[in-house]
C-alpha cells in the first residue's frame, strides 16, 4: 500500500509538472504576428488535445494571465503578463541607470560591487561589478541570500516598515556562521543604527572570510528599493578599510538614488 502511495504521488507531480510546461508554451506562442489564437490553432500548435489546452487555458484566465475576446473566442496573454513584463523593465532600467556609479565605486575600492532588491526576507542580486582580484567574492544575477545577514539585505531591511521587519524575523534567523545575528532583539538593534549611521556592515555574517558594507538606495518617493554594496575577502577587506570605504558607498548609493529622481531634503 506505501508503494503504491509513492507511486501515485510521484505520477501526480509529474502530471503537474507537464501541466506547467504545457502552460508556459502555450503562452509562448503569441507573438507580435499572432497576438490573438484560437483553440483550434492552439492545439495544432502545441500538439495537445483540444480540451487539454481548453483546460490550461482557463486556468491561465484565472490568473489574468490570459484573456479570451468575446467577438471571436480566441485568447491573447493578459494584464498580469503586462504588469509582470513592466516590472523587470523597471529593474532593467533600473540597473542600467545604477550601472555607471556601481563601475566608479569598483574602480574606487577594486572591490566586488553589488546592486540589490530585497524580495520578501531575500535579496536577489539585479546587477554586480566583479573585483579585478584574483580572490574574490564569487556572484551571480538573480543570485538569493537571506536579508538579515548580509550586508545589502540589512541596509534595505532597516528601512522597512515594523510589520515587515517582524515577518522576516518571524521567518526565522539561521545561523549561517559564527557571527550571524541570530537574537531578534540584537538584529533590531543592528537595524536602528543602520538607519542612525546611514550604512550596513556584514562581518562575515553571511559567509566566513567575507565582509560587505552597502548602502540604500532610494526612489523619486524616498522609499527604500535597493541597496548597492562592495564586498571581498577579510584578509583584503580590514575593518578599518571597510570603514574608510563607507563615504565611497553612501556617495554610490546617493548618487543612483539622485539618477533616480530622489532629492534628498536640505537642512532647514
Same mark, same amino acid.
Given at each position: 500500500?506505501?508503494?503504491?502511495?509513492?507511486?501515485?504521488?510521484?505520477?501526480?507531480?509529474?502530471?503537474? #509538472?507537464?501541466? =506547467? +510546461? *504545457?502552460?508556459?508554451? #502555450? #503562452?509562448k506562442a503569441f507573438s507580435d504576428e499572432e497576438y490573438e489564437i484560437g483553440l483550434s490553432?492552439?492545439?495544432?500548435?502545441? *500538439?495537445?488535445?483540444?480540451?487539454?489546452?481548453?483546460?490550461?487555458?482557463?486556468?491561465?484566465? &484565472?490568473?489574468?494571465? /490570459?484573456?479570451?475576446?468575446?467577438? %471571436?473566442?480566441?485568447?491573447? /496573454?493578459?494584464?498580469?503578463l503586462?504588469?509582470? &513584463? %513592466? #516590472?523587470?523593465?523597471?529593474?532593467?532600467?533600473?540597473?542600467?541607470?545604477?550601472?555607471?556609479?556601481? %563601475?566608479?565605486?569598483?574602480?574606487?575600492?577594486g572591490e566586488t560591487v553589488h546592486l540589490a532588491i530585497l524580495e520578501h526576507a531575500s535579496i536577489i542580486y539585479i *546587477?554586480?561589478?566583479?573585483?579585478?582580484? =584574483?580572490?574574490?567574492?564569487?556572484?551571480?544575477? &538573480?543570485?538569493?541570500?537571506?536579508?538579515?545577514?548580509?550586508?545589502?539585505?540589512?541596509?534595505?531591511?532597516?528601512?522597512?516598515?515594523?510589520?515587515s521587519i517582524e515577518q522576516i524575523i518571524r521567518g526565522g534567523l539561521a545561523q549561517r556562521t559564527v557571527k550571524t545575528i541570530i537574537d531578534p532583539a540584537a538584529l533590531r538593534k543592528e537595524l536602528a543604527a543602520i538607519r542612525t549611521r546611514g550604512y550596513a556592515i556584514d562581518d562575515e555574517e553571511s559567509e566566513a572570510g567575507m565582509r560587505c558594507i552597502a548602502a540604500p538606495v532610494r526612489d523619486s518617493a524616498g522609499k527604500v528599493i535597493a541597496a548597492t554594496g562592495v564586498a571581498g575577502p577579510t584578509q583584503r577587506l580590514t575593518k578599518k578599510k571597510l570603514m574608510a570605504?563607507?563615504?565611497?558607498?553612501? &556617495? +554610490?548609493?546617493?548618487?543612483?538614488?539622485?539618477?533616480?529622481?530622489?532629492?534628498?531634503?536640505?537642512?532647514a
Open positions: 500500500m506505501e508503494r503504491k502511495s509513492m507511486s501515485k504521488a510521484k505520477e501526480g507531480d509529474t502530471k503537474r #509538472l507537464s501541466s =506547467v +510546461a *504545457n502552460a508556459m508554451r #502555450l #503562452l490553432q492552439l492545439a495544432k500548435q502545441l *500538439n495537445l488535445a483540444k480540451s487539454t489546452v481548453h483546460r490550461l487555458a482557463s486556468t491561465l484566465i &484565472g490568473a489574468d494571465m /490570459l484573456e479570451q475576446t468575446r467577438e %471571436t473566442g480566441k485568447y491573447r /496573454l493578459g494584464m498580469a503586462f504588469e509582470m &513584463g %513592466t #516590472l523587470v523593465r523597471r529593474q532593467m532600467d533600473f540597473s542600467t541607470e545604477a550601472r555607471p556609479f556601481l %563601475t566608479m565605486l569598483r574602480d574606487t575600492t *546587477n554586480y561589478l566583479a573585483s579585478r582580484q =584574483v580572490i574574490r567574492m564569487s556572484t551571480e544575477l &538573480g543570485m538569493r541570500k537571506p536579508a538579515y545577514c548580509t550586508g545589502e539585505g540589512k541596509a534595505l531591511m532597516a528601512f522597512q516598515s515594523a510589520e570605504y563607507a563615504p565611497d558607498v553612501i &556617495g +554610490a548609493a546617493d548618487a543612483i538614488s539622485q539618477r533616480l529622481g530622489y532629492l534628498p531634503r536640505r537642512p
